[in-house]
């Protein structure tokens, strides 16, 4: 389940974060400081404030306790978006677009042509800050998620864990919950060590 929510999250929420960010850096349009200005603020709000207003929005469509119930959420990554504006200003001539769009490339072409290639390394460094995110995030998809087989890897060790404390023969789950511990942290370290060449060489 953390795999699945971790893995459609984190390249959904980047590749928003990549569009939103690209489109702030390189297009003037009307409110487009105060649009930033809002999205910087929403960085600032606690996620476990919007956890409940979150719920009860899902509840109103009927997505609780579902997988959508906590991919949809994990989508939003204002932090994403900042980055990717302020790698976007840096790392794009203007003069590069200028040219593609005398060659008569559109606006989409020359996002996934030049713009997306050229920003693959802030991409990726947003990519392992979403996925480490979504992986470890607890308190989300303990509201939202109700059945056991659609729970997330933190919320299922918490589960072992508090039977495990509460004595008795549950006592033997303990190891299986320090090694269920170890194996949460594995694709972590994983998905940094395979990742690192990509964003180290363009940050």
Same mark, same amino acid.
């Given at each position: 389940? %953390?795999? !699945? @929510?971790? #893995?459609?999250?984190?390249?959904?929420?980047?590749?928003?974060? %990549?569009?939103?960010? !690209?489109?702030?850096?390189?297009?003037?349009?009307?409110?487009?400081?105060?649009?930033?200005?809002?999205?910087?603020?929403?960085?600032?709000?606690?996620? %476990?404030?919007?956890?409940? &207003?979150?719920?009860?929005?899902?509840?109103?469509?009927?997505?609780?306790?579902?997988?959508?119930? !906590? #991919?949809?959420?994990?989508?939003?990554? &204002?932090?994403?978006? !900042?980055?990717?504006?302020?790698?976007?200003?840096?790392?794009?001539? +203007?003069?590069?677009?200028?040219?593609?769009?005398? +060659?008569?490339? /559109?606006?989409?072409?020359?996002?996934?042509?030049?713009?997306?290639?050229?920003?693959?390394? /802030?991409?990726?460094?947003?990519?392992?800050? *979403?996925?480490?995110?979504?992986?470890?995030? @607890?308190?989300?998809?303990? #509201?939202?998620?109700?059945?056991?087989?659609? @729970?997330?890897?933190?919320?299922?060790? +918490?589960?072992?864990?508090?039977?495990?404390?509460?004595?008795?023969?549950?006592?033997?789950?303990? &190891?299986?919950?320090?090694? /269920? *511990?170890?194996?949460?942290?594995? &694709?972590?370290?994983?998905?940094?060590?395979?990742?690192?060449?990509?964003?180290?060489?363009?940050?």
């Amino acid at each position: 389940n %953390t795999a !699945y @929510y971790s #893995i459609v999250s984190a390249v959904g929420a980047t590749f928003l974060a %990549t569009i939103a960010g !690209y489109a702030f850096a390189k297009f003037r349009f009307r409110g487009r400081t105060l649009l930033f200005a809002l999205i910087l603020g929403s960085i600032m709000i606690p996620q %476990t404030a919007l956890a409940i &207003p979150t719920y009860l929005l899902l509840s109103k469509v009927a997505l609780v306790n579902t997988p959508l119930a !906590y #991919i949809l959420p994990s989508l939003v990554f &204002p932090f994403g978006v !900042y980055l990717m504006r302020v790698y976007a200003e840096q790392s794009i001539p +203007d003069d590069l677009l200028d040219a593609a769009r005398v +060659d008569g490339a /559109g606006e989409f072409r020359i996002f996934f042509r030049v713009a997306l290639r050229i920003l693959a390394p /802030g991409f990726v460094t947003v990519l392992l800050f *979403s996925f480490v995110f979504t992986w470890n995030n @607890y308190f989300l998809p303990l #509201i939202v998620l109700q059945e056991p087989a659609l @729970y997330t890897i933190t919320v299922g060790l +918490d589960a072992w864990n508090s039977q495990a404390s509460a004595g008795g023969g549950a006592q033997a789950l303990f &190891p299986l919950v320090i090694t /269920g *511990s170890l194996v949460g942290i594995v &694709p972590i370290i994983f998905a940094f060590l395979f990742l690192q060449r990509f964003w180290q060489g363009g940050l």
